[in-house]
């Protein structure tokens, strides 16, 4: 049972990963803190993204697979046993979403889902300005909702022509939301 939490930035991803992991005992893989962490650590991959990540650009698919690949080798070793995964904020383009199909398929694994939080652009604004980190001032928050919808929302008619989206309304409270994905997986896994 894996899942992927798609929206864009601060609609809520990572919060309802979280919650779900500890609800369903999910390995939960945040592209965001893998960045976040391959920046941090100054890995040859993480140098690439931060080039990227300091304009506000999407980093380039070659990297982020690369960086999504060294995690799956972690977590997804034959001895793991691993078999519930929710991806947060990955994929984020179609040959993103090939590739982790690919994966996928590759260790015998299924997606249950792919579930976008919808989110108002000002909303999203609002929460991202407001949580304070060096990324989210006002000019990178509009050139990473801009880049977003460019090349990420087509993901979502992949998604939809596979038969597995699921939208939720992310402008509610996040007990509301959580509540909401709950309901989702268990109808899923029936």
Avoid: C, W
Wanted: hydrophobic fraction near 35%.
């Amino acid at each position: 049972m894996n899942l992927i939490l798609l929206g864009p930035p601060g609609s809520g991803k990572g919060t309802q990963a979280l919650k779900l992991s500890k609800q369903f005992g999910f390995k939960h893989i945040s592209i965001g803190d893998v960045l976040r962490s391959n920046v941090e650590d100054r890995t040859d991959l993480g140098l690439s993204a931060k080039k990227f990540m300091q304009n506000g650009d999407l980093v380039p698919d070659d990297v982020i697979i690369g960086m999504v690949e060294s995690s799956f080798k972690t977590y997804l070793s034959p001895e793991s046993n691993l078999t519930k995964i929710i991806f947060d904020g990955f994929p984020r383009t179609k040959s993103q979403a090939i590739s982790l199909d690919s994966k996928i398929q590759a260790f015998g694994l299924r997606l249950i889902s792919v579930v976008f939080l919808d989110v108002p652009d000002s909303v999203v604004q609002d929460r991202l300005i407001s949580r304070g980190r060096d990324d989210d001032s006002p000019e990178l928050v509009s050139n990473r909702l801009r880049v977003y919808k460019d090349l990420t929302e087509p993901l979502l008619e992949y998604y939809k022509t596979k038969g597995i989206l699921t939208k939720i309304d992310g402008d509610r409270s996040p007990d509301i939301v959580f509540s909401n994905l709950v309901d989702m997986i268990e109808l899923k896994v029936k």
